[in-house]
């Protein structure tokens, strides 16, 4: 932030009332004008009317000290703030008549409304927008306001263009480096010298800018994986949409775990809460309401606004109806985004940790160049040449295309991931994925198929089958329109229900909702139930979603009149607290401890069999505050038992990434039996006793213990959406690398928490999604271990490319300084050294970047998080690896000034001896264990550049232009040999040398 500017806003001026004196500006867009204001009304009319302007953002008026705090576009100026300060001021002085016109006039909102959305009335804001809250939008009113409003998409920020990024590779230090060194050249005469060096210049951008323009492409692609989809009502019809076709006098459904598209005034509201997290900041749901707020005198946060629903933000409960008023950029989340504007993406962990070994390995350069050219003239060189010489070798032995490298690598392996299915939504997910130590895995959807069936009812101390769509006691078949309690029990179930049916014309029906709950419609249907006609024989007036505080749903429903009926499903233990009797042959009976105790032993043993168990309970009888209704005294209905299996391919995952060190943990929302039967099956505890904590001890621990009992437990059963979050933070508080898989809105917040939050992206809702770092598109948790292994390669890539880029460029530096200061001459002039660092560094490290995964990659443990890409380790090895390089340059130019004399001669074999050793020593770089003891997978890019390279550095000693420039001679066959002996020689030392 730069230091505040003292400027002086306004002419000073005076009133009995107020004093203007001059601002301050503090940051970017602050603005402070010091008055004395003295009264709470001027307060609300100054911030009131200031928060309506366009450009302005937030406004704070303080009456008692008469300090004004804006924070506002930055187009606008500190002379037009204090302009419109003064104006407003005066106008609140005027005569009381002439001021209330006034007031009225300057309060109009900009699009077409006289006041804001949350302080009109709902049919004022239907007529205004010619809509119905019972039809919505005709298609072609929806069209039209699409024309003139546009669709419903945020303006991105304009990408960097081609000629930006190009032009940024010249501004480097590097690149300034060299440009002075072609300047002195053009001032020595040496034009052909100038025209290389910006010729290795303008090529070094040329490809960088193909590189960095095609990762920028990629990286930018990740804002478009999510798309989410809304449902409207158009004309009379509930249909679902692209939510970028949404139209300001849409009417829009709210339901849990839905993405809110765009700004709307509720019109309807049952329980409904939104987070509203992303928008304002306000960690906790909002619960929200449709009636009208306070009157337009008062100015209404954007966290109070509880009548309005806005982009960006998601349902977490409940259900609503809204009409939306603002679409795009015309919504809150739109205009943030353009005050915003453009911004760059930033930068990644790893980025941050080269740039600062880039600037270190600078420093290292700078000094030892100047060390090289202090001896230089000492030597006695010309000072010209020494000049040229130590630039050049200054930009050859940084490498400055090692963020480049990155970037590139991490572009590439996003582009490799979504061709596995894997969409990474977040640049440093793909860093987080090779360091997960810690799996959470959410039990539905992600282990098992999230394909629900019921298997079996009981009921007053029967049980029923359900196979085959029939109904089965004691191997006879039984209707249910014989039995009343079982008839009951399937009609509770229908009523307490979310699901949807569609039917097609064929006679075929689509059941859309909830896994269970789908599954409780299928039982029905399978019963000769006809689930519409008992829909409208008791309509709903009440729901009470599952929550934090209680694990079941409950409806009531109109019998005639005053009359009700309530049912409820699930959890058994929760639902059984909360009954006082039970249908016993038909009549309610009064519910005994014995009772209990055998609904309590029915269900371990219906949860021991691995089903998901359901409690069904429902009461009955009059009041004329439905709102008000207690979820007690019920009657004990009967257990619903539900399968859901285990996906195929799931415990062979299991098991690879327990060889990858990988520690799963499930977390459900199931009973401790089924929860452990599950486990046991996909041997969650790899061989050891399984350990299980359940939801009721979870809450008696404290953070501390529940930290050190995370490492331990392998299942956390009966978890609600606070645990879940609970539970990674305590993993996180043991220093792990905590990934957390879920497809729900319960399982958001623990996604969020997470350092990598993995979403299902077929079966998934839309906010788990959006939260999410990594999308799994086909649900497949086997295609988390491709992610895992992608992600730990992607890291060791750029550890190899960095390994090579770091030992190459020391050893340029090494050669310069050892021969300067023995007084050998100049092994490499300052256009070899500039043609080394093209040929050498680019392809190679690109190419080395691209590697296959190494065969063990999931069998080694994950990388500790802190652990810095360049370990003291690495530069040990990086030092010894780059000497081992000059010292069989420098005895190859040894022998060239001993058969030659220090001529361009010997200079010419130093500096194929070099270049072909570095070309070489890409291959050591593979691996940090000998290549003779593993079986690595074929690098074609590596094989190309490499090829490629050599043949361009042989192409240059056989072309008579570029020889003269790079001042070498011709070898003979004693030569090549020396050449071909210094360059193998390294690569079978350093290879000898490393650790098995």
């Not at 204090?82 to 309060?107: G, H, N, W």
């Not at 930009?395 to 572009?411: D, M, Q, Y």
């Not at 009951?488 to 979310?498: E, P, R, S, T």
């Not at 909360?578 to 009064?590: D, L």
Request: hydrophobic share 40%; aromatic share 6%; charged share 15%.
């Amino acid at each position: 932030m730069k230091r505040p500017n003292s400027i002086d806003c306004h002419q000073p001026r005076e009133t009995s009332f107020v004093k203007i004196l001059h601002g301050t500006v503090k940051g970017r867009g602050r603005y402070k004008v010091q008055g004395l204001f003295g009264s709470n009304p001027l307060k609300r009319y100054l911030e009131f009317n200031l928060s309506l302007r366009k450009g302005i953002k937030t406004v704070q008026a303080n009456p008692n000290t008469g300090n004004i705090l804006l924070h506002f576009h930055k187009d606008k100026t500190t002379q037009e703030i204090a302009i419109l300060i003064d104006s407003l001021v005066q106008d609140y002085y005027r005569s009381p008549k002439e001021f209330a016109q006034l007031f009225y006039q300057q309060t109009m909102v900009i699009l077409n409304t006289s006041v804001p959305w949350h302080l009109k009335e709902i049919d004022t804001i239907v007529a205004e927008l010619n809509t119905s809250t019972e039809r919505g939008l005709s298609h072609a009113d929806a069209q039209t306001n699409l024309r003139q409003y546009g669709s419903n998409a945020l303006t991105e920020a304009e990408p960097r263009s081609g000629l930006s990024i190009f032009l940024d590779y010249f501004k480097s230090v590097p690149v300034a480096l060299l440009s002075g060194a072609a300047l002195l050249s053009v001032l020595t005469g040496g034009i052909a010298d100038a025209i290389v060096i910006m010729g290795v210049v303008s090529i070094n951008a040329i490809l960088g800018y193909v590189t960095e323009s095609n990762s920028e492409r990629i990286i930018n692609s990740l804002k478009h994986f999510i798309n989410p989809s809304a449902w409207v009502l158009r004309e009379g019809q509930l249909i679902e949409i692209n939510s970028q076709d949404l139209a300001v006098g849409d009417i829009l459904l709210l339901q849990p775990g839905s993405y809110v598209p765009a700004d709307a005034r509720l019109i309807e509201a049952d329980r409904l809460s939104i987070d509203e997290s992303a928008l304002t900041g306000e960690s906790l749901p909002i619960r929200k309401h449709q009636e009208i707020l306070a009157s337009p005198q008062e100015t209404i946060p954007l966290a109070e606004r509880k009548n309005m629903v806005y982009r960006g933000t998601f349902v977490t409960g409940g259900q609503g109806r809204g009409v939306i008023v603002s679409t795009g950029n015309s919504t809150e989340m739109g205009q943030i985004q353009s005050l915003v504007g453009e911004t760059s993406q930033p930068s990644t962990p790893m980025e941050r940790q080269l740039e600062q070994a880039g600037s270190q390995l600078v420093l290292l350069s700078s000094v030892v160049c100047a060390l090289v050219f202090a001896i230089g003239l000492l030597r006695g060189y010309g000072l010209l040449e020494m000049v040229k010489s130590s630039i050049s070798l200054a930009v050859a032995a940084v490498p400055e295309g090692l963020p480049t490298v990155a970037t590139t690598t991490l572009a590439l392996g996003i582009l490799n991931m979504r061709k596995q299915k894997v969409l990474i939504r977040r640049l440093e997910a793909i860093e987080a994925l090779g360091s997960i130590q810690a799996l959470c895995l959410d039990k539905t959807g992600t282990l098992t198929a999230n394909r629900m069936t019921v298997l079996k009812v009981c009921w007053d101390g029967r049980e029923t089958k359900l196979a085959d769509g029939h109904f089965w006691v004691d191997n006879q078949e039984i209707n249910p329109y014989s039995c009343d309690e079982l008839l009951k029990l399937i009609h509770i179930a229908v009523l307490c229900n979310d699901s949807q049916i569609n039917t097609h014309q064929d006679g075929t029906y689509i059941i859309d909702g909830s896994a269970t709950e789908n599954a409780l419609i299928e039982m029905a249907i399978a019963a000769g139930v006809t689930v519409a006609d008992l829909n409208h024989k008791y309509p709903r007036l009440l729901t009470y979603h599952r929550s934090t505080e209680h694990n079941f749903m409950a409806t009531v429903h109109r019998i005639h009149e005053s009359a009700y009926l309530m049912a409820v499903k699930g959890n058994p233990s929760e639902v059984l607290d909360r009954c006082s009797t039970q249908m016993r042959n038909g009549q309610p009976v009064e519910l005994t401890e014995a009772d209990r105790q055998a609904i309590e032993e029915q269900n371990e043993s219906l949860a021991g069999q691995a089903l998901r168990v359901l409690g069904i309970a429902y009461s009955q009888g009059e009041t004329a505050d439905i709102e008000s209704l207690p979820v007690s005294n019920l009657i004990w209905v009967g257990l619903i038992g539900m399968a859901d299996p285990i996906r195929p391919g799931v415990t062979e995952t299991i098991a690879d990434f327990h060889t990858a060190g990988i520690n799963t943990l499930m977390i459900t929302g199931d009973q401790s039996p089924t929860a452990y039967a599950i486990g046991k099956e996909l041997n969650l505890s790899q061989g050891q006793p399984l350990k299980i904590l359940d939801s009721t001890e979870l809450t008696d621990l404290s953070p501390d213990v529940l930290a050190g009992l995370s490492e331990q437990v392998h299942i956390f059963a009966r978890i609600s959406p606070a645990h879940k979050l609970q539970i990674v933070q305590a993993l996180q508080q043991r220093g792990l690398v905590v990934a957390m898989t879920g497809d729900g809105i319960n399982d958001t917040p623990a996604l969020k928490a997470a350092e990598v939050g993995i979403a299902m992206g077929h079966t998934g809702t839309d906010v788990a999604r959006e939260v999410a770092d990594v999308v799994l598109e086909d649900d497949n948790l086997q295609t988390m271990i491709i992610a895992v292994s992608q992600g730990r390669t992607i890291y060791n890539n750029i550890r190899k490319s960095v390994h090579f880029l770091l030992s190459t460029n020391l050893s340029e530096i090494i050669v310069m300084l050892f021969a300067t200061t023995g007084g050998l001459g100049q092994p490499l002039n300052a256009m070899q050294l500039l043609w080394l660092n093209l040929v050498t560094d680019i392809f190679p490290g690109l190419a080395l970047a691209l590697e296959a995964p190494e065969p063990d990659v999931l069998t080694l443990p994950p990388r500790s998080p802190d652990e810095p890409i360049i370990k003291s380790s690495d530069f040990r090895r990086i030092v010894w690896e780059s000497t081992a390089l000059s010292v069989s340059s420098l005895a190859a130019y040894g022998y060239g000034i001993a058969r030659y004399g220090i001529s361009p001669h010997a200079s010419t074999i130093a500096f194929m001896s070099l270049v072909s050793g570095q070309l070489l020593h890409a291959l050591s770089c593979r691996s940090s264990r000998p290549l003779r003891s593993q079986q690595l997978p074929p690098n074609p890019y590596l094989t190309g550049a490499l090829a490629g390279s050599m043949g361009l550095q042989w192409v240059s000693l056989a072309t008579p232009g570029l020889r003269n420039l790079l001042h070498l001679t011709p070898l003979n066959l004693a030569d090549s040999l020396v050449i071909g002996g210094s360059a193998i020689l390294p690569l079978i030392i350093n290879e000898g040398t490393k650790p098995q």
